[in-house]
């Protein structure tokens, strides 16, 4: 626990949230979350020395049926919130209950998430076996090869002709809805306010907060969202989807396979991105922050006030 | 082209890099950018229609040797070398002379970059076997399936103890040249500028800018610095690096591979990012922008006025 703040919660979880029970035949989950401070001493501009708080970063290796996967970095917040979203935004499930049990346990300097699964995986890795009580492995895996950059991409788009959203007179936003989620999201950023170095995702109804997330990354974010959603059985077509993140394809793609049609993000939109968002009908606000925005996409879902 | 903007550069190279000679046999590349910039029509928060720029980002698949390896998301101003230091940081290569070419081509919606090299990989991936000619393909890589997340750190960490860095006598910055360093990259992010949703890296020996790249995530932006190095045999002992990026672990780990012993981020740092920089002598300025910053880690290496 850091001794310079207290009281700092990376996920959170609304009333209505905490009023939803969780699917029939839902997978057992572990509760690890680790420690999300550390405090440093470092030297500021002026010379002085001061007591600060980093962000932990902690590696998070996923064995699925015995099986080294990947390796992830996060926070440590919600893991196994985290590991079942990761694995239907990879599109390697493509329901909760396809998984039996995610046990979470975190060693001094990495974690390792103990996935079983019934054997109906959309798409199988080739991953190498692992002895099950393994220490910090020192090779890797032929999934975790290729990692650190963007290429769910191609898993994500081979699945994007499935997607439908609610009809845009179905699934809207006001304005002062908008202004009211902005509000709320600026008050749910513990960790970026005394560590930095880490993004927030949020799910609302309306202006209704009903789960908020901070990771080291903004994927690790959408994908805690995504599994809390899998979890509890929740539809996305009345939600509406808060990053700090860019809109880069894959976190447009994810939002929609969740079924989000809107999504607010304080960051900007890429081209592709803003291509994925208008062939899908979803509405993609950017740069939204203190009363600004803007409306990159999607502006027949919004009600200017 | 965008009609909202001209003159955009999102890959700089100062008369000291440009200046630099290629390695013997280096390898032989394409200079296939891309166009970097796309305009659509926004609707702003005031009701008002207006046209901006958004930044491409395109997929673009590595196929070495003709196996697919991966897929990136890059906004693509500097494939070649991206691809290269990606073959680097990721511990597939250890020197660019392994590398015979690297030819990059664009279609409408995807790029490819096709890797030839001798069989002298550290590491060969476990991937299949696609035709040269392949159209964007609709199935996943093994190499793909656990992406987008931070899973280089293994492959990362298996190396660390051969990293060596100059010592703190010898390799330092100064107060002034810092504040010239953080000077010079505000002038040096035109995409960011103008289109938002991109980072950059900039390598600097001591307050000369030696280039510059601004791509769709830090580490795309990164490794194509690690591939300018490689291209050239530009050694990192008395180079400073800066990001507008976090300082994760994996980043840390990057630069140190390239023998970078300094660092600089607009951003912050991660815990672990922080222990890895200690372990290696490492120097981590973050929250670095206007005449602010922080020294992380490393004063030793640090002249404050």
Chains 1, 2 share one sequence.
Not at 45 to 55: F, N, T, V
Not at 181 to 191: F, G, K, P
Not at 229 to 239: E, I, N, P, R, S
Not at 269 to 277: E, M, R, S
Request: proline letters at 5%.
């Amino acid at each position: 626990m850091s001794e310079v703040v207290s009281g700092v919660v990376a996920f959170v979880v609304g009333p209505e949230a905490a009023a939803m029970p969780r699917i029939a035949r839902a997978p057992r989950l572990t509760q690890a979350a680790g420690e999300l401070l550390r405090d440093v001493d470092i030297v500021n501009e002026r010379g002085e020395r001061q007591a600060i708080c980093l962000p932990q970063e902690r590696p998070l290796t996923i064995s699925l049926n015995g099986h080294e996967l990947v390796t992830l970095m996060t926070l440590g917040a919600a893991p196994e919130l985290l590991v079942l979203g990761y694995l239907f935004n990879q599109r390697l499930i493509t329901r909760a209950t396809t998984v039996e049990s995610i046990a979470v346990s975190w060693e001094a300097a990495f974690g390792i998430a103990r996935v079983t699964a019934a054997c109906d995986f959309v798409r199988i890795p080739d991953a190498a076996p692992v002895p099950d009580a393994a220490p910090f492995p020192g090779r890797v895996a032929p999934a975790a090869l290729g990692c650190g950059q963007g290429a769910t991409y191609l898993a994500l788009m081979g699945d994007i002709d499935s997607i439908t959203l609610p009809p845009t007179e179905a699934a809207r936003i006001t304005q002062a809805t908008l202004l009211q989620v902005l509000d709320t999201v600026s008050r749910h950023d513990d960790i970026h306010r005394v560590a930095g170095s880490v993004h927030s995702c949020a799910l609302f109804q309306d202006a209704a907060l009903w789960i908020a997330i901070e990771d080291v990354g903004r994927h690790n974010a959408l994908d805690t969202i995504t599994g809390w959603m899998l979890l509890h059985g929740v539809a996305g077509g009345d939600k509406t989807l808060f990053t700090t993140g860019r809109l880069s394809a894959e976190m447009v793609i994810k939002a929609a396979m969740s079924g989000i049609p809107i999504l607010v993000s304080r960051n900007g939109v890429t081209a592709l991105g803003y291509d994925i968002a208008r062939r899908l009908t979803m509405t993609l606000f950017g740069r939204a922050a203190k009363g600004r925005y803007l409306c990159y996409a999607g502006a027949e879902r919004f009600d200017p006030a």
